[in-house]
């Protein structure tokens, strides 16, 4: 066989395997057709099927027609927002004023020594935070000096009374001698007398008896002594230590009473008593740590009849009596914050706090549930709660808890109360 026949079957041969491959690629490839019924036939798709019969796949996959829809709100309550409401009513309330202030003593004494001298010894519980009854020794001065200044006093006055008895003698005589004299008339100079003489010799002796009284009073200044009850919160002078006249000794605060100085402002002081009415009666104090957790009873003693010239207010001085021997003893510069228990307000509306907008406003609901607003009267705040004057001609109100900036006078709302009757 030649080689150009033997080239021409090969190239047959595989045009025939080619053929043939292809035709099994797109027989497979075909897509399924529905499945067969018994003897070969496709299951028809029967349209025209009775109305009791159902098909299989249909059943167990409901149509979107056929499940059963939730029943939906009305166009109306689906576009109507909700607003927390708060019930209130117009009611007796008591004010009560909070301030703050620095506990201080009635008297903050810097003790001086009112003679010069050598500090000769201090007493022995002499030191800061310890208290002292009034007159206790605190220091002694040498008094050596001071007793001879006495001494010395004393001599001179009574030298100054033997000078005025002479001088009555002498003024007796004189007069007897012009009584003898038989001259007529009174003398021509007081001198013949002597009555200078003798009122020189009273003033000698008043002299020397205010000088006497001068030294024992120096005697008695060196001992240093507490002039009311105190307790001492600094001490300046050492045994051996040498003072003069006026020097700082120690500083003593008095322990009988502390004041707080309370700073208010004008419309704290509308929601207190009248200040003439602490004549008849005091107004109650209550005062608080600045941690919240001691609390100490008072009264308002006085009240300043004047302004700070820094914040502009006027102070209530609240006074405790024996501070260091309360139960918990309120010492002197804590801060506190102080309750005042001022007027009762009739006819007022508490409401919460967060109901007054940034605006100053405070929105409520009307009887249609459509809102409404108006700019409230605020009489005093209190525990997260405004106390405002109510609306004229309204005795109650549902008022809008947390207002909203976008809100709109006749919007149409639904009210959702959060507590009952806002109290």
Known sequence: MSQKRKTIIVTLAAAAVIFLSLQVVGGSSQPPGPPSAPGGKPESSQPNAEPGSQNPERAATPSR??????????????????????????????????????????????????????????????????QFSEGDTLATIDDTD?????????????????????????????????????????????LVLREPQLAAAEAAVK???????QAKRDLAYTEITSPFNSVVVSRSIQPGSFVQSGAEVAGLYATDIAEISVPLSASQWNNLPPASSLKQQQWPVTLTDMDGLTQWQGVVERVEQ??????????AVVRVAKPLEQSTPLYFGTYVVAKITGRVWDNVWQIPSTAISQKQEVWFVTDNNTLDKFTPSVLFMEGGHAFIT???????????????NSYLVNTKVLPVSETSDGQ
């Open 207 to 213: 002299q020397a008896s205010e000088a006497l009284t």
């Open 65 to 130: 027609e056929a499940t059963p829809s939730r029943p939906s709100m009305g166009a109306q309550e689906a576009t109507v927002p909700e607003v927390g409401v708060v019930n209130v009513v117009s009611r007796s309330h008591q004010a009560n004023v909070e301030g703050y202030g620095q506990v201080n003593p009635q008297f903050n004494l810097t003790l001086s020594a009112q003679v010069a001298g050598r500090i000769q010894s201090l007493a022995d519980n002499f030191e800061t935070g310890v």
């Open 146 to 190: 001071y007793k001879q200044a006495v001494a010395a006093a004393s001599a001179a006055l009574e030298e100054a009374k033997v000078a005025l008895e002479e001088e009555r003698l002498q003024g007796k005589q004189a007069l007897s001698e012009w009584q003898r004299s038989g001259l007529d008339g009174e003398p021509s100079s007081a």
């Open 306 to 315: 004047h302004l700070d010239t820094t914040s502009r207010q006027r102070s």
């Open 390 to 404: 109510p609306v004229e001609g309204m005795d109650m109100a549902k008022i809008v808890v947390r207002p909203l």
